[in-house]
């Protein structure tokens, strides 16, 4: 039996392209050594037109993970942010994801739709296989999506095996070119996206390549082109010969509200130290558990 109740998103319903087709989905947040613990249920209203595919809407009955929340710092001190760290073992990385924000009164409403994988059992984003999703928590509620990816340099174009001579532009490109679900060429997916931004950082003394773009564009031309494109903010880093990178994303009409809660998130994005559960992308490449 599922309890129906109101819930306070970011955004008003709507804002969210109506539907005939309903989902009840119920989620918790549970905090440890915290004074706080929000625990709530809602009725979302996601349909295909508002950018999700049909692997999002069978995410609702997963259960959110437990994870020490506390309340953030920095630019988003005055609006009381508050996030939760998320640790992958196996891929060794980790990121902030915001759980609360109690000057607008709104609780995210997140489900962990795939738990942290290996790169060889991994879902692919394309065809080839090269650039797989080993990790990704989604908002239905509010139309976020969260997810973490890892696959090699697109040789085509970054052709130098030194990363210090790669410029942001050119791993982003990389990524991109790699991320699509169709069978089309890479110049083709990376038509889908207009890069808006790029630049680069260092954290720990590695190189680390931030960029933000659109996907609004059909990918052929028999596709219907989406007036509610999404927009993603995205982090990569290089380790063991392999790209891992983080991508956040809402609907475009959206980004003003939420866009600098997902910058945010991008910019905690960092590998760990290996651990005796890290699991290299190369290792074990016919294992599918």
């Not at 087709?21 to 625990?39: G, Y």
């Not at 990389?174 to 110049?187: C, F, Y």
């Not at 991008?266 to 992308?281: G, K, Q, W």
Request: with cysteine.
């Amino acid at each position: 039996m599922v309890v129906l109740s109101p819930y306070l998103s970011l955004f008003t319903s709507n804002q969210l392209v109506p539907s005939k087709l309903f989902f009840r989905e119920q989620a918790r947040t549970v905090m440890q050594q915290s004074k706080w613990q929000p625990c709530s249920s809602a009725i979302s209203k996601p349909t295909l037109q508002s950018g999700f595919c049909r692997r999002e809407l069978l995410l609702f009955g997963l259960s959110a993970p437990v994870l020490v929340v506390f309340p953030s710092s920095g630019s988003l001190a005055e609006e009381d942010l508050k996030m939760a760290t998320f640790v992958d073992e196996i891929n060794s990385c980790s990121y902030l994801y915001p759980v609360e924000l109690p000057s607008k009164k709104v609780i995210f409403k997140w489900v962990e739709s795939r738990k942290p994988e290996r790169y060889s059992s991994a879902a692919p984003l394309s065809p080839d296989a090269r650039l797989r999703i080993v990790s990704e928590r989604v908002d239905i509620v509010d139309n976020l999506i969260i997810s973490i990816s890892i696959g090699p340099p697109n040789s085509k174009i970054i052709k130098s095996p030194d990363k210090s001579t790669w410029t942001a532009k050119d791993v982003a490109d990389s990524v991109l070119a790699d991320k699509s679900a169709l069978r089309v060429t890479s110049s083709q997916r990376m038509a889908e996206s207009s890069v808006l931004d790029a630049h680069s950082g260092e954290i720990a003394g590695e190189p680390y390549w931030y960029y933000e773009y659109l996907v609004r564009k059909a990918p052929t031309k028999t596709a219907e082109e989406s007036n509610n494109y999404r927009h993603y903010v995205a982090s990569t880093t290089e380790r063991d010969g392999y790209l891992y990178s983080i991508n956040a994303s809402t609907l475009n009409k959206q980004w003003n509200i939420v866009g600098p809660i997902l910058q945010k998130t991008i910019a905690s994005f960092h590998l760990l130290p290996p651990t005796e559960n890290y699991v290299p992308p190369y290792k074990d490449p016919w294992r599918f558990w």
